[in-house]
């Protein structure tokens, strides 16, 4: 089987950087994605990391070690906007089946 | 515009009758899925699908039903709905490769009385 884990819930503040973490243990890797899911919407595609390291892309940033089983999500100067849930994702072995953690809800405060 | 859309958005039926969700995308993605999200639980996959004729359960296919008959569209089949297939579903699709992301449906709300 497969299991995901985040934090339920964060609270930041606007103009911060915020870490959010993702530990997973899985029966096979081929990837792992991060969400963005506003309340009431789709998800949304932030960040893939296959490899280990940082991947930056403008304010977001996810880092992945595959020897961990450890992803984390890097919000930098934080908006508004970006109070959301944030989805954590391991593509499975066979590239098919994806599996998500729960979600990890972020209040963002002025 | 490149989209995944489904239909009915809200849906409010009864115990037993037989319904369907469609799902249907313009970006000629081989690879689709049905997910269902539930508070405090997550996104499940239901069904995917690699191509046209080719369907495979994913961790929660109890009471579901797909086809892929053309590569646009991947309904979802509830045989004989019940209470606890109440929930959120998203259909999602993207193209087959290993690092290729899924694009989201904007979600059908089901509630089964």
């Known amino acids: 089987g497969q299991n995901i884990d985040q934090p339920t819930e964060m609270t930041a503040t606007e103009g911060a950087i915020v870490q959010i973490n993702c530990t997973y243990q899985t029966s096979g890797f081929n990837g792992l994605f991060w969400y963005q899911q506003h309340a009431g919407e789709a998800p949304t595609f932030l960040s893939y990391?296959?490899?280990?390291g940082l991947e930056e892309k403008g304010r977001f940033s996810s880092f992945l070690s595959r020897s961990k089983g450890y992803s984390y999500l890097l919000l930098k100067e934080l908006q508004m906007k970006d109070s959301a849930s944030y989805l954590c994702?391991?593509?499975?072995?066979?590239?098919?089946?994806?599996?998500f953690g729960s979600g990890t809800k972020l209040n963002v405060k002025p | 515009e490149a989209q995944v859309t489904q239909n009915p958005r809200y849906l409010i039926t009864v115990t037993g009758k037989k319904l369907t969700v469609t799902c249907s995308q313009n970006?000629?993605?081989?690879?689709m899925s049905w997910y269902r999200q539930d508070p405090g639980l997550g996104l499940r996959q239901i069904y995917y699908s690699m191509n046209v004729e080719v369907t495979d359960k994913g961790d929660v296919p109890e009471g579901y039903k797909v086809s892929r008959k053309e590569k646009r569209n991947f309904p979802l089949i509830l045989e004989s709905p019940s209470p606890n297939q109440t929930s959120l579903y998203f259909c999602?699709?993207?193209?087959?490769?290993?690092?290729?992301?899924?694009?989201f449906g904007p979600g059908t709300r089901l509630t089964v009385l």
């Open positions: 990391n296959v490899l280990d």
């Open positions: 999602a699709s993207g193209r087959e490769g290993p690092t290729d992301t899924q694009y």
């Open positions: 970006m000629n993605h081989e690879y």
């Open positions: 994702a391991v593509r499975a072995y066979n590239f098919n089946k994806f599996y």
